[in-house]
């Protein structure tokens, strides 16, 4: 089995979760299927993301600044997470945000370095683990 991290030959992201390895994977499908036949890449966007939903699946460019105050539906397409994933992080405790006339906003910067943040401590445990001679069990660190 490839020991997580141990790059070259193995994923160069250290800390990547298994879905963002599965989304950067989709994600290099689709571009070298976007170049091969730009028609049935456009066809299976529109399958994959209207009409199954998966929005993550088609490149956008995202246009927020970190002082952005952002509706929960934003905050969860910015964290490519459902909105129901943006409320259980404010319940726990990971994300803070104001409500406002029984509406709740999260600034940007939050949304993006709890991502990081999270990023960061995949990476430390992989680290930890590759370190101590430790094969990575299947599934992530």
């Excluded at 160069?12 to 036949?37: E, H, I, M, N, Q």
């Excluded at 994959?48 to 998966?54: C, E, K, N, P, T």
């Excluded at 370190?131 to 069990?137: C, K, N, Q, T």
């Amino acid at each position: 089995m490839q020991e997580c991290g141990a790059y070259p030959g193995g994923w160069p992201f250290r800390g990547d979760s298994p879905v963002v390895v599965a989304r950067r994977v989709a994600a290099a499908y689709r571009a070298r299927l976007a170049l091969a036949d730009a028609q049935s890449c456009a066809e299976l966007d529109d399958l994959v993301a209207h009409r199954w939903g998966q929005t993550w699946a088609v490149p956008r460019i995202e246009t927020v600044d970190a002082g952005d105050w952002l509706t929960p539906g934003q905050a969860a397409d910015l964290a490519s997470v459902k909105v129901d994933t943006i409320r259980q992080w404010r319940h726990r405790g990971r994300l803070s945000g104001v409500e406002l006339d029984g509406r709740w906003w999260y600034l940007a910067e939050d949304i993006m370095n709890l991502g990081w943040s999270k990023r960061r401590r995949e990476a430390a445990v992989t680290d930890t683990v590759v370190a101590s001679g430790r094969s990575v069990p299947e599934g992530g660190a």
